[in-house]
């Protein structure tokens, strides 16, 4: 079974960085997506970037586009969201998720398992 945890969040300044990470296991495919999403209150959950395993294809919604990096950190066994540039608008829930596959479009792959998430929030 497919156990992802989230860590790394906490509170940070506006134009301050923060790098999240996904510890995944459980895999039995060699092939598959990593995705992160987040939920802000009162919002619903959306999509922010994704990346495939093995060949590390990346993808980031409008956003979070060149101000979020994700990454597979090999030497930790994990996968990153480098976030910088944070905004109070980035404050959410963030959730790591996998899927199969990534069919380009967040809301309507089939992601099948979560993480709980962790808390990130961007204030003076």
């Known amino acids: 079974q497919v156990q992802l945890v989230e860590s790394g969040g906490g509170l940070v300044r506006p134009g301050g960085s923060l790098t999240l990470s996904c510890t995944a296991s459980?895999?039995?495919?060699?092939?598959?997506?990593i995705a992160w999403f987040r939920q802000a209150p009162g919002k619903e959950r959306e999509g922010v970037a994704a990346?495939?395993?093995?060949?590390?294809?990346?993808w980031y919604t409008d956003p979070v586009k060149g101000r979020f990096t994700v990454s597979r950190n090999i030497p930790d066994n994990t996968w990153d969201l480098e976030m910088t540039n944070l905004k109070p608008d980035d404050t959410a829930v963030y959730y790591c998720?996998?899927?199969?596959?990534?069919?380009?479009?967040?809301?309507?792959?089939?992601?099948?398992?979560w993480g709980r998430g962790t808390q990130v929030t961007v204030s003076p």
């Open positions: 990346i495939s395993a093995p060949h590390l294809e990346t």
């Open positions: 459980g895999f039995t495919l060699t092939s598959f997506v």
């Open positions: 998720t996998t899927a199969p596959y990534f069919n380009g479009y967040f809301q309507y792959t089939r992601w099948t398992d």
